[in-house]
């Protein structure tokens, strides 16, 4: 592997104490790779909500997201029932959703792209107050 520096054979430069340790040469020692991150969007369903986490701006742009009606709550707890499917987008908040009949539960939060389906019965607990778009088919 070549070095990304180059001195002359057995010299250190002049910053460096004469004694400095020279790494050793691996054949498994690889440059390291620039790390990009990036935020993934990850679906998943559970208890037959759908959730969508980090969805793309051009998939919320496609689907007119910011033109949805906008919604809100402050922290509580109540029960809701969903006449029709709905798809919410959640620009703040934090809650978790209990389906009726189940005792476990699915956490939504911001950035969370959600489709509710026809039909479902379940109770809100909002931890932290809610601001969505949302959209009822």
Known sequence: MASAFAF???TSPSFLPSNTLKPKQSPLRRPLAAISIRS???ATEKLGIKVETNPSESK???LGVR????????????P?????KETCYLLEG????????????????????VEFPKGMSCTWEVSV?????YKFE
């Open 8 to 10: 002359a054979s057995g």
């Open 40 to 42: 993934e969007s990850m």
């Open 60 to 62: 919320l742009s496609q």
């Open 67 to 78: 033109q949805w009606p906008k919604w809100g709550c402050p922290p509580s707890k109540f």
């Open 80 to 84: 809701w029932t969903y006449s029709s």
């Open 94 to 113: 934090k809650v978790k959703v209990y389906p009726e009949g189940s005792n476990d539960f699915v956490e939504i939060g911001a950035g969370d792209l």
């Open 129 to 133: 107050a809610v601001d969505k778009h």
